[in-house]
């Protein structure tokens, strides 16, 4: 499969627990984009990194939240001290390069579930 | 910032029948891009068509074509021959043309409902 890929696709934890979500980008994709989706709602934009950098985390909550995308290996969606309203499913998409007009390809998503 | 807004929050069409699903926008920018993406059961975002807002002619995928009035900011989705298979959440997003602002933003979508 060459597309994003994201794990676990289940992710159950206890209020106070860290979660790590993960996505592989497209081969040959360098930009990854974190996207939140709440029942109901529509994704909304977290952040925006590209490889050791992040480019635009203007949509990431200000704690608890953070994001990075290492020179090797997976993007990395961290949420410290996990709370109820965490509860969402979280998608990962990613691009070959930076511009408006490059496509982003989305994964099929982590469903977080908040015990 | 810019805002989409979806004011169909379901819809329902025969099978093989047309519908039009409703998307506007607010932006003080002149070039952006704007899709239609599609979200089955399996949660999957699945990008249905595309838009350059520089482009006066619509966007057309087999079945699926879009009504764009760029003066109005309204961008609606005409689904043709409806099949099973269209069942979902659409979502209309839009995306800036400025470099430095490439997240998409999406609406609210519209549950699709198909009736055999």
């Known amino acids: 499969n060459a597309g994003v890929m994201q794990n676990p696709r289940h992710l159950v934890r206890r209020r106070g627990q860290e979660a790590r979500l993960r996505c592989s980008p497209m081969?040959?994709?360098?930009?990854v984009y974190w996207y939140r989706q709440l029942p109901e709602e529509g994704l909304k934009f977290m952040v925006y990194?590209?490889?050791?950098?992040?480019?635009?985390e203007s949509g990431m909550p200000k704690e608890r939240f953070s994001a990075e995308f290492p020179k090797e290996g997976p993007s990395i969606l961290r949420i410290q001290q996990v709370v109820r309203g965490d509860s969402a499913a979280y998608f990962c998409?990613?691009?070959?390069?930076?511009?408006?007009?490059?496509?982003?390809?989305f994964g099929d998503g982590t469903r977080l579930s908040i015990l | 910032a810019q805002t989409v807004t979806q004011s169909q929050p379901e819809m329902s069409v025969q099978e093989a029948e047309t519908v039009t699903l409703s998307c506007t926008y607010d932006?003080?920018?002149?070039?952006?891009?704007l899709f239609w993406y599609k979200q089955p059961p399996s949660r999957q975002m699945i990008l249905v068509i595309r838009?350059?807002?520089?482009?006066?002619q619509n966007a057309t995928e087999n079945r699926f074509s879009v009504n764009f009035q760029k003066a109005a900011k309204s961008f609606s989705l005409k689904i043709s021959d409806s099949q099973l298979g269209d069942a979902a959440m659409y979502f209309c997003?839009?995306?800036?043309?400025?470099?430095?602002?490439?997240?998409?933003?999406f609406g609210t979508g519209t549950r699709l409902t198909i009736i055999p």
């Open positions: 998409a990613s691009s070959r390069d930076r511009g408006n007009d490059q496509p982003q390809h």
């Open positions: 081969k040959g994709h360098s930009h």
């Open positions: 990194l590209q490889k050791e950098n992040i480019i635009d």
């Open positions: 932006t003080s920018e002149s070039d952006y891009y």
């Open positions: 838009q350059e807002a520089y482009k006066q």
């Open positions: 997003a839009y995306r800036s043309a400025n470099f430095g602002n490439e997240k998409l933003t």
